[in-house]
């Protein structure tokens, strides 16, 4: 009888850290920051302003422990057509040499919507200005190894009254974080 007793309470032991491990995701899962928790914020993040001209750049990466693996400083030139569409061209240096180009195109939908298209970017990213708040939710391919990895990415730009803007990332792979990237921006 105690073998079969011992196997059942594993069984028990398992199931419920089963549903532990369920209902956290599910919690967790569904507490994440939306853009309408910015509403009426202030200072009004217009993204034709803000990304108009000279930006600087200083950032972190950290990795899935969330320590910090990389820094990085940038430039960022925004400009805007008579169609209204805007381009913004990232210029990255990493603290190991490595340089990293981006030119972000965004092409407004509606009032402070946008779809923002990139070199490095799977498709196409929906970009929501609300408040003093911009979101961005997309799949980044980077180098990884000998090779490539595609990672989902929702960044979150938060302008403060200074006019300096502190943007945060999570990365994930397969739903899990595997990293998250810091900047602080500051237009020139």
Not at 150 to 179: R, T
């Amino acid at each position: 009888k105690r073998p079969k007793y011992r196997f059942k309470q594993r069984i028990n032991r398992m199931k419920n850290l089963i549903l532990v491990f369920l209902t956290t995701i599910l919690l967790t899962g569904c507490t994440g920051m939306k853009i309408e928790d910015f509403n009426n914020t202030k200072p009004e993040f217009i993204p034709q302003d803000y990304f108009n001209g000279k930006l600087r750049a200083y950032g972190i990466v950290k990795d899935r422990s969330g320590k910090i693996t990389r820094t990085f400083k940038g430039t960022m030139i925004g400009s805007w057509d008579k169609n209204g569409i805007g381009t913004l061209d990232e210029y990255f240096v990493y603290n190991d040499g490595e340089e990293m180009k981006r030119v972000w195109t965004l092409k407004p939908t509606q009032d402070k919507k946008f779809i923002a298209t990139a070199n490095d970017i799977i498709g196409e990213s929906p970009m929501i200005a609300n408040g003093n708040t911009v979101m961005l939710d997309y799949v980044m391919r980077t180098a990884y190894k000998d090779s490539t990895i595609d990672l989902s990415v929702q960044d979150w730009l938060h302008l403060q009254d200074d006019g300096v803007i502190i943007n945060h990332s999570k990365l994930k792979k397969f739903g899990f974080v595997v990293g998250e990237i810091v900047i602080t921006i500051i237009k020139d």
